[in-house]
């Protein structure tokens, strides 16, 4: 059986993390992989950091752009020039050098998101991928977050808006488990198909610009993190995990 | 590590389209120009990765002019985020022939903004003349300077440019017209000091910008600190007011019964029941 096409879109906006970036991609290079990388301009060595990339990928796609909807806005834009390149993977992977120095737990938090790429996963995250049709989503354990509801409203802080694009994408689920993080495997053709219909350049627009944080109020950005998920299981897709 | 070129060569869409000859042009960057609607990423992308040159981007009056040039906003800015030339202020260049005229320069504009790319700023250049004068930017037809040198050299001397574009008359061959530039610049001793010259500020400024970067990154990090609290407050009350809520509540007797069962269960030793 021919290894499955993945597409891996990796945001960068940290500038210490560049040399662990080839050593964590490597075993996805079982699978044919197109990378696409985009990193943020206000990353001061992002010269060097591109100059890595080009040397460690020789073939991969490298954007920079504005510090608009953090990892998301990044993803938005790759997830673009997927389509404009006409790139259509089996399995898109969303990756990014996550620190949220705001939290308290933030070092095993990126370290367990990572676990989706680690090569000992590789064997798992393949049998699921061949033999589980009905998945839609490969995600790290412990980090499938749930979106409370109360009196069929969303509680959080992300509610209201998180309402307002449910109704304007047309997006229904049956539960509203999210991937917190956004890091995971996603079914290309049913994000490609939503982003065909929806223009990321455009949902890019809405997202927040600068160091947005969702602790204390709503935002675009941190609402898109849940609908990235939901665009796949509102489809009927499952979401697996591995450890 | 090196800063990027200051010296700009033009390099047309559709001459990237037909497969002009393009490999002498190590020591400059490249100047973009949109010249075309049907333009294809994969062309560009093809491109860029087989040269790996430093590139900005024009964009033709005549393609900004047209009805349908709304759709090719999302891939304008694909082709913006390609590039490696970020500076403090970025700008896109709109080049107009005579004829061009109404665009959509204001809405691209706005496209791009709402990207929220704020250091993108819109010039336009006529075809001899710059319409909207660009202090920082000087872009120079090969024909006039071939006719003026010396009129080359006062604008270059006079405005301090970061950086220079030139445009061609012609652009069956790239190699061709780089080596015509080359051969005009090596003659003439003005041409060169202008060029140096340029080179020279090119890389002060672009230095700066590196450092501004840094320092930007230095008040991220700072900013955090701050943040960090309160968010580590807003959760540690949270902690407490759950505690306070669903447990501190609860009747003395039901909280001991519960310490008792737990002796029970093995999840705490008997003796430290009498602990404190």
């Known amino acids: 059986m021919e290894p499955k096409k993945i597409a891996v879109l990796y945001h960068i906006f940290y500038e210490d993390i560049i040399e662990y970036i080839a050593e964590q991609l490597k075993c996805l290079n079982r699978f044919t992989p197109s990378f696409l990388f985009n990193i943020s301009e206000d990353l001061p060595n992002y010269l060097e950091v591109k100059n890595y990339l080009q040397l460690n990928f020789p073939d991969s796609i490298i954007t920079i752009s504005s510090n608009q909807g953090k990892d998301i806005g990044g993803k938005l834009l790759l997830i673009g020039l997927c389509l404009q390149l006409a790139i259509e993977p089996d399995w898109i992977i969303l990756l990014h050098d996550k620190k949220s120095l705001q939290a308290l737990n933030t070092k095993t938090w990126k370290q367990d998101l990572l676990s989706i790429i680690d090569c000992d996963q590789m064997e798992k995250i393949n049998k699921i991928i061949s033999n589980s049709a009905n998945c839609g989503v490969i995600a790290a354990e412990n980090y499938i977050s749930k979106e409370l509801k109360k009196e069929n409203h969303f509680v959080g802080t992300n509610g209201k808006i998180l309402e307002e694009l449910m109704k304007q994408y047309e997006l229904k689920c049956r539960n509203f488990e999210f991937i917190a993080g956004t890091m995971f495997w996603a079914k290309a053709n049913i994000l490609l198909d939503f982003f065909k219909r929806h223009d990321p350049f455009k949902i890019r627009q809405t997202l927040e610009f600068g160091n947005v944080l969702d602790n204390f109020s709503g935002s675009h950005t941190h609402s898109w993190e849940r609908i990235l998920t939901w665009i796949i299981t509102s489809k009927g897709l499952t979401i697996k995990t591995v450890k | ?276």
């Open chain 2, 1 to 276: 590590m090196m800063s990027p070129p200051a010296i700009f060569i033009t390099i047309p869409y559709s001459a990237i389209e037909s497969g002009t000859e393009f490999s002498e042009a190590n020591n400059y960057g490249v100047n973009i120009l949109i010249d075309s609607l049907a333009i294809k990423a994969d062309t560009i992308v093809r491109f860029i990765k087989q040269f790996r040159h430093y590139f900005i981007l024009s964009i033709s009056g005549r393609v900004l002019a047209n009805s349908n040039v709304n759709g090719l906003f999302p891939l304008l800015y694909s082709i913006f985020t390609l590039s490696s030339y970020r500076k403090d202020k970025n700008y896109i260049h709109i080049i107009y022939d005579s004829e061009d005229g109404s665009s959509s320069a204001d809405e691209l504009k706005k496209y791009f903004s709402l990207q929220g790319e704020r250091n993108v700023e819109f010039t336009i250049h006529g075809k001899e003349t710059v319409v909207e004068p660009n202090p920082e930017i000087l872009i120079s037809h090969f024909s006039t300077l071939k006719q003026s040198p010396e009129e080359f050299f006062e604008k270059g001397y006079t405005k301090k440019p970061q950086y220079i574009i030139f445009l061609f008359d012609q652009y069956k061959s790239i190699n061709d017209n780089i080596k015509s530039l080359k051969l005009l610049t090596d003659s003439s001793i003005y041409l060169k000091i202008i060029l140096e010259l340029t080179k020279e500020r090119h890389n002060a400024l672009w230095l700066n910008y590196k450092s501004d970067l840094w320092k930007k990154r230095a008040s991220l990090y700072f900013s955090f600190i701050p943040i960090s609290k309160k968010v580590a407050e807003s959760q540690y009350y949270d902690v407490l007011d759950w505690y306070k809520m669903e447990y501190e509540v609860l009747p003395l007797w039901y909280k001991r019964f519960g310490h008792i069962l737990k002796v029970f269960k093995g999840k705490r030793s008997f003796k430290s029941l009498f602990g404190r």
